[in-house]
Every structure is written in C-alpha cells, then in structure tokens.
C-alpha cells in the first residue's frame, strides 16, 4: 500500500496535485449546488410576473395587505396576501408569527410556490426594530410608502 | 473623569503598538541592537493599558454613565446589573474595544511567557501582532470611539436588545472573541516564521500551544453561541448557517485543520509551508467574520449599527493585513525548504487528508457566505442556507471522519491497512450493522445526511477509543487523551445533530387553558396563563404539566414578554432535559377566540451536540496542559543543568 511507483522526488508534486484537485471540486461543487441551491428573493410583482418553478425555495417581500390576515380554524394557520402596489400573492403560513409581523407593515416570506399558486412560507421575517431590519427591506421604503399610499386609497 | 482615563489609555496603548513595531523591525534589521529588550516590556505594556481601557468601558457600564454616549444609546439604569456588564460588549464599540483588548492582552502574554522561540523570530513575531493591532486601534479610535461623550448628558439611557438580555452575553462573546482574536497570535507567528525563515519542529512546538488554547475557547463559543441562539430565538433550530455563525465556523475549521499540520510538523518536520500558510489563513477567516458582522453589509442581532464609513475602514483592513500576509508568504515559500517525506499510508498522510478535506469544507462555507454579497453586488438577491451547507460539507466531512477514526492507529512515516485492520475488527461491523439498520430506516422517510450520521456516529465513537488499547491508562500522555476526548466529542455531536434531524417531533396547536398536548412520548397540559413582571419586562408565563410517557408531571414555563426599553417581545421558551433528549415549549399568541398558540418540540439526544462541543473543547484542554507541563519540565531541567555547570565552574 505504500506508493512505491512514485518517485519521493515527485511526492511534495503529487500532494499539491491531490489537494488542488480537491479545493477544484470544492469550487466547483459549490458553484453547482449554489446555483440549484441559492434562494433567490422576488417582489410580489417579479414572482407574478415570472413565477419561480414549483417546490423552489425563495423568498418573497413586500407589504402585508391591510385586512388581509386570516386565521384558520386551526388557530395557527395564517393566509394573507404580500403586496407591492403592482402585484399581489397569497400566502400561508403555519406556525408563531413573530412580534413585529402586522398588517399594513413589509415582511419577508421563506418558502415556496405551492400547486395552486399559494405561496406556502416556512418562516416568516418582519422589521425588528429601527436598528434591525431584514437586508432586503431596507431599500424597500420607498417603495413601501407608495404601495401604503395606493392601498389606503 | 472614567472615560477620559480609558480613552487616554487606549491611545496610549496605540502609541505602544507603533512603538512596538518600529523598535521591532529596527532591531530585527540590526540598526538599532539596544531596541531589541524593549519590545517585550513594551509589548507586555500595551496589553495592561488596553485591558485598563476596557476595564473603564465596564465601570462606565456598571455605573450607567448617560453622559456618555455609548452607554445611553445602549443601557439603562433598570436594567438587571448583569446585562449591564455584559452590555458592554453587546454593541459595536464596546465588542471591538473587546477585540482589540483581547488582541493586546494575547500579544502581551506572549511577550511575557513564550522563551522557546529564537529572540529573531520573538521580535518579529511581536512586530507583526503589532502591525495587525494598529490597524484595529486606527478603526477604533477613528471611527468607532467607545468613550466619546454626550453634549448633554441623557436623561435615561434606550435599553440593549432584549434579545440581548440573556446570560449567554455575559459568555458567548468573551468566549468568542478570546478564541477569534487569540488566533492573531498564530498569525504573528507565521509572519515571524516567515520572516526570519525558522520554519521547523521548534516553530511548530512553541506556536501550538497558543493555538491550542485559542481554539479551545473558540470551540466553546461557538458551543455555547449555539446553545443560546437553540433557546433564545425560540425556533427549535441550533445552526442556521447564518453568516454570522459562519464568520466563527470558518476560523474554527482553519485552526483546526492548523493544529493537525502543526502536529505533523512538530513530530516529523514536514508541511513547512503549509502550516505557515494555515496559521496566516486562520485569523484571516476572523478578520473576514469581523467585516462580515461589524461592516454592517449582514443584518442581524450580531451587526449593530449600520455605517459604510466603518465597513470600508475594516475592508481596508483586511487587505491590508491579509495582502502583506500573502505577499511575504509568496516572497518565502520557496525558500522554506522542502520536509521529510511521508507515504501516503502513515499518519502523515491521513493528517494531509483531514487537512485537505477541512479545507474543503472551509470553501465550501466561505463561497456560500460571500456569494449573496457578490450577487448582491451585481443587482441579484439571493440568500444560501441548509440546503447548500449541508450537502456540499457533508462531502468533504464523511470522508474525513472516516478517516479520523483509522489515522490515529497509524504509524507516522509508512504503514498498512493489514497492520491495523485487526484493530477496527469492532467498529467496522458495528458501522455495517447500523448502517443496515439506519438504511431500513432512511426507506421509511429519515433524510439520507442524518441517516449517514446515525451509522457514522457509534462506529467512530468506538473507533476513537481505539489508540488506548494495549496502553497502560495511567501512562497514556495527556495529549493522546486530549485527542481521544476530541476525536469522541465529534462523534457525540454528530449522533445529537443527526438524531436530532432524524427524531425530532413537532407539534403546532392552538389551545384552551386545561387541554392537554401530545408530542413524541409527552403529554404536556396547559394549566394556565399568569402575568409575572421582571425588573425591566413583563411576561405572560403559561404554566404547563409535562409527563414523560404517562409518568409524574414536571411544570415548564414558556414565557411571552415584553420589554419596555426598547420596546419589544421576546418568546422565552422553556426547556425540559431527560437523559434521551429535551422538551422545548414556546408560548405564542391568543387568538381572538382565546386559545393560545403552543409550539413543542421533542428532540431526542439534542444536548448530545452541545455536550460533544464541550468534550472537544476538554480535549484540546487535556491536550494543552500536558504539553505545557512538558514543556516546563524541559525547561526546569534545562535551568538545573545549565545551574550546575555554573557551579562547576565551566
């Protein structure tokens, strides 16, 4: 078992050999299954107008509609509907929502495209506080203020 | 008058590290011989002024000081004196007035003890721990100032983040950071290698136990920073592969991977470069972690405050350190002559193969940590979680378990399997056994990961024993204990991890006061709500009656609460630990028809994670006192002989 066949010259070559090939793979495994793995984040607009494949996890932000927040029987399903002035998706939810997530405020859904076209969400992110705020809602407030205007309207 | 103090002491101490560098390199070019005895003293100094500074940020802390601006924008005065102490590490100045304190103090300690480096590389290695420390007291002073004062000082201070206020702040960030930043000290050491070319068994002996006691706190704070973010955040999750937790996994995975060669190239001369490289690649995975979670490009309860100012400075930073690192790493290397060799079948080799496969793993969570910054960078949002991580590390960390169990049976320079297959005659059919067993269960729907975990896990386990057979137990060094403890903690995580994901159970209800919820083997009733009050909260607390398959109830008590300053909820859960595993309860909402969302989980053997942490981290203790005590009983010999001569009069 021992690597009589190679010449202990060319030993510090073939563990360089061996390691980059494996750093190699690395990379390009990672690329791979970033590509299929990534979860990519949509405005209620874009997924309605390109709607991710079925079963793909992303992610969904926008406003939750007002008025729109409906308990299911179960006392812990919720459907709602995210909004963005242009395009609006439903979605489910079951589980506690966190502290801040309210109607008429931006949050951010991870989860998925469900078979009737209800976007079935895992977990659910809303603002914290002034000084913590999910990454893509931060430059959403402009935004924001022009769907809050549209819908009160 | 306290904060004055700090900040004058934390110039001071900059002017220290510049002092420290310049006599440094001037004495290590030879143009100054009289410097040379002064960068210890002065290196030693430095640590006692930033550990001064740091000390008047905790007085300034404890006492509440509003007239400054740190403590009123994040304390109040009725908040629980713990969590003010422990505040003032949980906000971006105090936590790198923390880091730079740590990064002196470390410096400063090993001014103060290490003798066994050449006094060349001594000098060079503190000239670089003051290189790295300049730029860290440049960002402080600049532009993050923990003692700058209010115009008017405030009339109530606005509170620390509740989710903040929880006893694992007082642990998980020294812990963290003392692991983190402990690490520069192996950085030091490469550039001190590298400069003065002194790569070699010596360099390896007197570098690895500074890495070793820095790993050792890096091990438990990522333990323990798990543990925490498994209760507080009320998920039921223990990793989340946030970026955050990645900015401490990679250093971990670094020094690990460090330690493996340093021990190769302690015992048989051999990796000369790659150790070197490994201990520059080590802190730079901190110094990456800390642009990631201080820059303000992540958001999360670890990134305070948002300012691109800040993020450039510590970008800076990082190139500057990391390039003058790389650079004179490329400029050496070919001269660090080439080690011993090795077969591919010997401990060597599967050292090389953990190292390799460690590697791996660290680009494997580096790209997936950087990649939405990069897509974000090019207009695309993305994020990279679970289902990434887990796959993509699983490949690299499989195999390189496997061979965690074997490589320390083998012999160093050259073996064979035949040698120690009649070793494994236990584990190896243990493993095909429950690897049986486990595929039988993976066809009725556990995940293929946990399923390889739950088979890898006992087999290692035993296999990790194996080194002590045909040992006396009593004569076994310490340091082979250190890696039996380490080698056996790993596996103890992993069975908890797969376990975890393989047998947990959740349930998700709605519930009346008096009804009773089944999860897994419980019964768990909802006895009733109470409003309770702490001093800066007040809660809803649901007193429940859990009993374990039909046995004698326990009562937990999930609480809601509500913080006023700032104001905001946090869900305390409540926890139940048998020997098999935890009871984990959060109490949600009251529906408008009065029923009270409950989420319990049944984990089976989840502490098993944690408590496997803790065993690593024993182990790299274990490992670390017997090579220290070696090393003392060298030196004590050394000084009697070199005694005796004296009085013989030669």
């Known amino acids: ?153 | 008058m306290i904060a004055e103090f700090g900040l004058a002491a934390l110039w001071l101490a900059g002017a220290l590290a510049v002092l420290q560098l310049i006599a440094g390199t001037l004495a290590l070019s030879g143009k100054g011989p009289g410097l040379a005895g002064i960068v210890r003293p002065v290196a030693m100094m430095q640590g006692v002024l930033a550990l001064l500074a740091f000390a008047s940020l905790i007085l300034l802390f404890w006492h509440t000081d509003l007239s400054v601006k740190l403590v009123a924008l994040n304390s109040h005065s009725a908040k629980p004196l713990i969590y003010k102490l422990a505040g003032t590490w949980g906000n971006h100045e105090g936590s790198m007035l923390l880091w730079v304190a740590v990064m002196s103090m470390a410096g400063g300690f090993v001014a103060l003890v290490e003798r066994r480096l050449p006094e060349p590389t001594m000098l060079a290695t503190l000239a670089g721990q003051a290189f790295v420390s300049i730029g860290f007291y440049a960002f402080l002073l600049m532009s993050s100032n923990p003692f700058e004062r209010l115009p008017q000082p405030a009339i109530e201070g606005q509170g620390l983040n509740p989710l903040l206020q929880d006893i694992g702040l007082a642990f998980h960030p020294p812990t963290l950071y003392l692991g983190y930043v402990g690490l520069s000290v192996a950085f030091s050491f490469a550039i001190g290698a590298l400069v003065t070319r002194q790569v070699g068994p010596a360099f390896a002996r007197a570098m690895r136990p500074w890495v070793m006691g820095a790993w050792i706190f890096l091990t438990l704070g990522i333990t323990a920073g798990s543990y925490w973010a498994y209760y507080e955040l009320g998920w039921g999750g223990w990793w989340f592969w946030d970026p955050v937790e990645n900015a401490s996994l990679m250093p971990w995975l670094a020094a690990t991977a460090l330690l493996h060669s340093a021990s190769v190239l302690a015992a048989r001369n051999a990796l000369r470069a790659w150790t070197v490289m490994l201990g520059v690649v080590a802190f730079s995975m901190s110094m990456v972690g800390t642009f990631l979670v201080r820059s303000g490009i992540l958001t999360s309860v670890h990134a305070f405050a948002v300012d691109p100012e800040r993020g450039s400075f510590i970008l800076a930073l990082l190139a500057i350190n990391i390039g003058a690192a790389l650079t004179l790493f490329a400029l050496r290397a070919a001269t660090v002559t080439e080690g011993e060799r090795f077969a591919v079948t010997s401990r060597e080799g599967a050292l090389v193969f953990n190292n390799v496969m460690l590697t791996g793993i660290l680009g494997i969570v580096l790209v997936g940590t950087l990649y939405p910054l990069l897509a974000e960078a090019m207009g695309t949002k993305v994020s990279v979680g679970p289902p990434y991580f887990n796959p993509a590390g699983a490949m690299f960390a499989v195999p390189m378990l496997i061979v965690m169990a074997v490589g320390p049976l083998l012999r160093w320079r050259r073996d064979s399997f035949s040698r120690v297959r009649a070793a494994l005659v236990l584990p190896l059919p243990l493993l095909l056994g429950l690897g049986l067993a486990v595929g039988l269960a993976f066809n009725r729907g556990i995940g293929l990961l946990p399923a390889i975990g739950l088979a890898l896990a006992p087999a290692i386990m035993l296999a990790s024993l194996l080194p002590l057979r045909a040992r006396s137990l009593k004569r076994t060094p310490l340091p082979v204990w250190g890696m039996v403890f380490a080698h056996f903690g790993i596996a103890v995580a992993m069975f908890g991890m797969a376990s975890e994901s393989a047998f947990s159970s959740e349930r998700l209800v709605a519930a009346n006061v008096g009804d009773s919820v089944e999860v897994g083997p419980w019964k768990v009733r909802l006895a009733r709500i109470e409003p309770i009050a702490g001093q800066n909260w007040t809660a809803l607390e649901a007193k429940m009656l859990a009993s374990y398959a039909g046995g004698a109830a326990t009562e937990i008590d999930p609480q809601a609460r509500s913080f006023w300053t700032p104001p905001q909820q946090t869900a305390e859960s409540a926890l139940l630990t048998r020997w098999n595993g935890q009871l984990y309860a959060v109490l949600g909402e009251q529906a408008e028809d009065g029923r009270w969302q409950l989420r319990l989980w049944w984990k089976p053997f989840v502490p098993l994670i944690w408590l496997g942490g803790v065993l690593v981290a024993l182990g790299g203790l274990l490992a670390l006192i017997g090579r220290v005590a070696s090393d003392l009983r060298r030196y004590v010999v050394r000084e009697k002989i070199a005694d005796r001569r004296q009085r013989q009069g030669r």
Do not use: C
């Open chain 1, 1 to 153: 078992m021992s690597i009589g066949g190679i010449k202990p010259k060319h030993q510090r070559l073939v563990l360089v050999v061996i390691a980059l090939v494996a750093l190699i793979g690395a990379g390009l495994l990672a690329a791979w299954a970033l590509r299929n793995q990534a979860s990519y984040f949509y405005l209620p607009a874009e997924m309605a107008a390109k709607p991710p494949e079925q079963g793909r996890a992303v992610r969904l932000g926008g406003m939750v509609e007002t008025g729109s927040i409906k308990t299911e029987a179960d006392g812990v399903t919720i459907h709602f509907i995210v909004g963005d002035g242009k395009a609006r998706i439903p979605v489910s939810f079951r589980g506690i929502v966190p502290d801040l997530f309210k109607e008429g405020s931006g949050a951010v859904a991870e989860g998925r495209i469900g078979p009737d076209g209800t976007f079935v969400a895992d977990n659910l992110l809303a603002k914290h506080d002034e000084r913590y705020v999910p990454r893509e809602m931060k430059d959403m407030t402009a935004q924001q203020a022009r769907a809050t205007v549209a819908e009160t309207q």
